[in-house]
């Protein structure tokens, strides 16, 4: 894959739901300690190389942000990090909330 794909929140809560995936939430801290998905990894710059270092190239990577947007660009740069397949979570985590998901709070 040289270039991340489109995911759906319900594609991207199934892939979780099996460990198939893991899902990294490039929001501000704030806004992860309201809420995030469950298991989902708060990326910022400070825990990138340690994301980058601890995580398997093969494994999937679900990227969220707030709306599907700022995720593409994470996304893009994870495929030039090596990562196999990376998704943009369509919607973001506003469409994660509007789907009912479950959500976690906290660090």
Same mark, same amino acid.
């Given at each position: 894959?040289?270039q991340f794909e489109h ?15 893991? &899902? ?21 710059n400070d825990s990138l ?21 700022s995720s593409q660009g ?28 479950? &959500?976690?709070?906290?660090?």
């Amino acid at each position: 894959m040289e270039q991340f794909e489109h995911i759906s929140v319900q594609e991207a809560f199934a892939l979780l739901e099996t460990e198939q995936a893991t &899902m990294v939430d490039i929001r501000d801290p704030q806004s992860f300690a309201m809420a995030h998905a469950p298991e989902a990894i708060h990326l910022t710059n400070d825990s990138l190389p340690a994301f980058l270092a601890d995580n398997p190239r093969d494994k999937p990577v679900l990227v969220v942000c707030y709306h599907g947007i700022s995720s593409q660009g994470a996304a893009q740069y994870l495929i030039g990090q090596g990562f196999e397949q990376v998704y943009s979570v369509d919607g973001g985590f506003e469409a994660w909330k509007n789907a009912d998901l479950a &959500m976690s709070s906290g660090q």
